[in-house]
Nanobody
Framework: QVQLVESGGGSVQAGGSLRLSCTAS????????MGWYRQAPGKQRELVAS???????NYADFVKGRFTISRDNAKNTVYLQMNSLKPEDTGVYYC???????WGQGTQVTVSS
């Protein structure tokens, strides 16, 4: 089955940066569009960014210009570089291959003002 392990979260002040990593196993990684999602307290989970196996990216409007998604297919890993973080970016961040209903444990990101 699909296993997803996210890491790299933490607590930062507004304006800071974090780099998240997610390593996948149990899938043919390079054929999947990979997405980063987040869930803020009391809110629904939402898609933040996605990247195709060939590196085409897409971003939610609320992170454009601040976050960058990338992947290393040789390492079965997808990354999310988050710059200029805002308090409203606080939440648990997850990665998932689009079309598969498998979630990892997520990684907590907390941004203080």
């Amino acid at each position: 089955q699909v296993q997803l392990v996210e890491s790299g979260g933490g607590s930062v002040q507004a304006g800071g940066s974090l780099r998240l990593s997610c390593t996948a196993s149990g899938i043919i990684f390079n054929i999947y569009i990979m997405g980063w999602y987040r869930q803020a307290p009391g809110k629904q989970r939402e898609l933040v960014a996605s990247i195709t196996g060939g590196g085409i990216t897409n971003y939610a409007d609320f992170v454009k210009g601040r976050f960058t998604i990338s992947r290393d297919n040789a390492k079965n890993t997808v990354y999310l570089q988050m710059n200029s973080l805002k308090p409203e970016d606080t939440g648990v961040y997850y990665c998932k291959p689009l079309g598969r209903n498998s979630w990892g444990q997520g990684t907590q990101v907390t941004v203080s003002s």
